[in-house]
């Protein structure tokens, strides 16, 4: 969440199939409360119902993974449509259906012997390899200004005490 939250990314996706995802405050140092958190555990797979609410909006899910042939490099992901980027658990990785459903299939280039970085890693080396992409090209990639007037606004308010009373008593 805080490495979305540094990189301006504002939707963060998660999926509770066989673990329960617990928000951290001391890790978190704050973010939680501006990423907007996207949860899925209402079923034992909730992988599908995922993909598909986000394939729909127009999104190409990117799985990281270790296994798998035909797997790009973080370097050639295309960056010309929204992408989702989906990061598996540190011991288990992404599940198969993931990796079935998912539009490609990407890998972080690594030189020494160990076999993969840890997720925080993983995630900060993508995001910082796509945004630097994304500001470097001439993809319209960043909010219109109504978006980002709906964010402050959503901001302000939960960052007050009292927020649904002055809501009601402003309206």
């Known amino acids: 969440i805080r490495t979305c939250d540094c990189f301006g990314i504002q939707n963060l996706h998660v999926i509770d199939n066989t673990m329960s995802y617990k928000l951290n405050k001391r890790v978190t140092q704050g973010a939680g409360k501006w990423i907007s958190l996207h949860r899925y555990n209402t079923r034992n797979d909730n992988t599908e119902e995922c993909i598909t609410k986000l394939k729909k909006q127009g999104y190409h899910i990117a799985a990281t993974s270790l296994r798998g042939e035909n ?10 449509q929204k992408v989702e980027l989906w990061f598996g658990t540190e011991d288990f990785g992404l599940s198969d259906r993931a990796h079935k459903m998912a539009d490609s299939v990407i890998k972080i280039p690594m030189l020494g012997f160990t076999q993969s970085f840890n997720i925080s890693v993983c995630a900060a080396l993508c995001l910082h390899n796509i945004i630097n992409r994304l500001h470097d090209s001439d993809v319209i990639w960043r909010l219109t200004n109504d978006e980002r007037n709906a964010l402050r606004l959503d901001r302000i308010m939960k960052s007050l005490k009292n927020a649904d009373m002055l809501l009601t008593r402003f309206k």
Do not use: Q
Not at 71 to 80: A, G, Q, T
């Open 71 to 80: 797997v790009l490099s973080i370097e050639d992901l295309p960056i010309k």
